[in-house]
């Protein structure tokens, strides 16, 4: 079995707010600001995205292998950022959640 790891950076708005984890566009658990939890997934590419109510982050593919470790963060968009962004919107290019692999 491969696995993949997502931490929860502590930077953004919605502090007190979990995130939903998905991969393979499967629900897998929610993760909480600061926390990091690990996946365990079968060989090959998969797709992980994180959502918050109707936003949701860029999706990353990961190959990985059995001995791989696919290493994610997650944040959200700072609170002034987070505030604009609900009075102006955008055509939907701007994340709210910005997934990114380490």
């Given at each position: ?90 055509d939907g290019r701007d994340k709210y959640l910005v997934l990114i692999q380490r």
């Open positions: 079995m491969a696995t993949i790891k997502l931490e929860r950076g502590t930077k953004g708005a919605n502090m007190f707010r979990k995130f939903k984890v998905f991969i393979d566009n499967e629900y897998v658990g929610k993760i909480k600001r600061g926390q990091e939890l690990e996946f365990q997934v079968s060989e090959g590419q998969h797709e992980v995205y994180c959502k918050i109510d109707w936003e949701q982050s860029n999706i990353i593919t990961v190959d990985v292998s059995a001995t791989d470790v696919a290493d994610l963060l997650v944040n959200s968009k700072g609170a002034i950022e987070s505030a604009f962004r609900s009075l102006i919107p955008t």
